[in-house]
């Protein structure tokens, strides 16, 4: 970094933001295979709790690779960089004192390390929703892509997803439905916030 880039000081400081918001900010980083109901149960959770009058937003691993990622491509160093934006995006969301929703694959453990290295409230919930249930929603079509060979690197199919060492929360969607998945992110928030 450029020794002409100083950290600028602002007058607003957490609990100024706290008592604007009524609530802490964190960030609830989602993780798991396309597929496995990530981006479902995040936007449901973004939708109660923003009914409840919380401060929320969803930062969607897709949505954001439609511009702010969208110079990256799917090799390991680009999976790294994406991760990387994400992060730093959440943690200024935390800073800024929202509860942010992070719905992104994040298939290295590294990155998921980084990621909550980068703030200071950092939940992880990891949905363990095997490769054959995934393939069987197949919502995009993305892993039919990656049978026939038209994909490469696909998280699940040639390419590894590491399963989180200390998730926060274990979430099945094979076997609960996603409106009791919300159910146990909102608990978990409420703990934190």
Known sequence: MSENVIWQNRLADEQDRIKANGHKGTVIWFTGLSGSGKSTVASL???RLIDEKLCAYLLDGDNLR???CGDLGFSDADRDENIRRMAEVAALFEDAGVIALVSA???FEKMREFAKSRNKRFLLVYFNTSVEACEKRDPKGL???ARRGELTGFTGIDSPYEIPETPDLILDT???DVSECADKVIALIRKTI
Do not use: F, R
């Open 174 to 176: 094979e076997k609960t």
């Open 45 to 47: 959770v973004e939708k």
């Open 105 to 107: 694959i994040s298939p």
């Open 66 to 68: 439609h511009g702010l």
């Open 143 to 145: 892993y039919a892509k």
